[in-house]
């Protein structure tokens, strides 16, 4: 690499003169001589040949740039990078690192309809993360920073009306719009447009302290109530009500979701076998699904499609945001509230809520639960579309052992007597006549029935016994055995 000024004739005094500028000189990858311009300052000037050094290098070994040197590729004008794509050191895609992000967000989403998302998935994503650059005033990639963006989300959260009520974004949408922005960092990076991401190490919120569209399931007796009101309703938004009654039947009996019976064709149901079959282009993990009907179900939709052609739709379903108002009104007209207690709704994907929790209550395996709510986890099914009713609750607590019966401890003290507690009130009195009276019964029956001693013990001694020295008399202990032995007596 050379160094140098070079030399240039004027043209108004005809002398030669150096330019202002120093510019460096260097063999590319294809051995061709390449002259930069640089700086005003030499020391400048060396540095910036050595970065385009570094690159000729990492092009001639096939390598990707190092962390250090793609940050710097990022710093350079939009103008030298596309030199450097020109003359073979540069990718085209990172050498479009200079595009607006508006630009690459257009390519962001035809990346995700490629890819086999859905036109409606690819909008939103977009829409969610063009929503934060243009609300921190991003324009180009060098622009975006954590900071920044954590302080946007943290605004939309914190947004009030003027009587002071929070009517901020929630935690779950605070978390899809970090989503979407993460997401597109990540396809920039991908598609070698980007060396790394400057938001990757964000964090969402948790979501479970600041919920505010739980669902919950219905129970049994709800489902029948809502089945049984909605046949006999009258038509609402395009449906007849006992079409409208075996849409929910049909939806809690195999979880399908709103989409997805909506897509259903006629051709989709085998009544032979009893069964239902959900397009992959359908489905939203774009899988071909093959679930069971119960066979007074498919009878019920047999009927339903007499006179419809094969491609014809089962259901003749309104607009998505209307779904939600018809179920609401069959929930009113069967009196079954459409928010609990708890704050939970029971909207149309609570349907399919209903389905998990009566598998789990049906014993049903967890793992055959998943593949019939086609779950990519089993955590998905059971923590968040299996609920737990008022009822199972009560009888849970129910099955515990009753805590108010006595140990077994305190039943053998009782037993023999060995409680500890007082005697009963009608014990009779015993005076001290008494008491000698059955103290010389005890002494009587003792002596006559055990062996007479070996040797004559001194007199206010008692016999004597294996193994241990003789030791005075003691009455007051005779009285109190004599006590006891009539308690024992009484209460037997």
């Not at 929070?166 to 991908?190: D, H, P």
């Not at 923590?383 to 052992?401: I, M």
């Not at 055990?450 to 004559?456: I, L, V, Y």
Request: with cysteine; hydrophobic share 35%; glycine share 6%.
């Amino acid at each position: 690499m050379r160094t140098f000024k070079p030399i240039y004739k004027d043209r108004k005094s005809g002398q030669w003169k150096e330019t202002k500028n120093y510019y460096c000189e260097l063999r590319d990858h294809l051995g061709t001589v390449r002259r930069f311009p640089g700086f005003v300052d030499k020391t400048a000037t060396q540095a910036f040949g050595l970065q385009i050094q570094r690159l000729i290098s990492c092009r001639s070994a096939g390598e990707q740039p190092k962390p250090d040197l793609s940050r710097w590729l990022e710093q350079t004008p939009a103008k030298l990078r596309q030199r450097f794509a020109k003359i073979g050191l540069l990718d085209v895609e990172r050498a479009s690192g200079g595009k607006p992000l508006s630009e690459h967000l257009n390519d962001f989403e035809q990346f995700l309809r490629a890819k086999g998302n859905t036109e409606k998935h690819a909008k939103l994503v977009v829409s969610r993360a063009r929503k934060v650059v243009e609300g921190c005033k991003f324009f180009y990639w060098m622009d975006i920073s954590a900071s920044k963006v954590q302080r946007y989300l943290a605004e939309l959260r914190d947004q009030k009306d003027k009587d002071g009520n929070n009517i901020g974004i929630s935690a779950q949408t605070f978390n899809f719009y970090l989503q979407a922005i993460k997401e597109f960092a990540r396809w920039m990076i991908q598609d070698r447009r980007a060396s790394e991401s400057p938001i990757q190490h964000l964090k969402g919120l948790n979501v479970r302290t600041d919920r505010r569209h739980d669902r919950r399931a219905l129970s049994i007796d709800e489902i029948r109530r809502l089945l049984e009101t909605t046949a006999l309703q009258m038509s609402r938004y395009g449906m007849t009500g006992s079409e409208r009654a075996l849409l929910y039947r049909l939806a809690v009996e195999t979880g399908l979701r709103a989409n997805e019976l909506r897509t259903l064709k006629v051709s989709a149901i085998d009544f032979d076998n009893c069964l239902v079959v959900v397009e992959a282009a359908y489905s939203k993990h774009r899988r071909r699904d093959v679930l069971p009907l119960r066979p007074d179900t498919a009878a019920q939709l047999k009927q339903l499609i007499k006179g419809k052609l094969l491609a014809a739709p089962m259901f003749n379903m309104p607009k998505p945001n209307r779904v939600v108002f018809m179920l609401k009104d069959d929930l009113q007209a069967a009196k079954i509230d459409y928010q609990d207690t708890a704050g939970r709704y029971a909207d149309f994907h609570s349907l399919r809520h209903t389905t998990g929790t009566l598998l789990a209550a049906a014993g049903v395996h967890p793992r055959t639960a998943q593949n019939v709510m086609r779950h990519s986890t089993i955590e998905l099914t059971m923590n968040k579309y299996t609920h737990t009713t008022l009822g199972q609750t009560s009888q849970a607590v129910e099955s515990l052992p009753d805590l108010s019966l006595p140990s077994n401890q305190s039943q053998q003290a009782k037993a023999t007597g060995t409680d500890g507690k007082s005697l009963p009130e009608n014990l009779p009195f015993y005076n001290a006549s008494q008491c000698a009276s059955v103290l010389s019964v005890a002494e009587t029956t003792h002596n006559n029935n055990s062996e007479p001693p070996k040797e004559q013990a001194a007199v206010g001694f008692e016999p004597t016994n294996n193994g241990f020295a003789n030791r005075p008399l003691r009455p007051l202990g005779y009285a109190a055995n004599a006590i006891r032995y009539i308690t024992r007596k009484l209460r037997f």
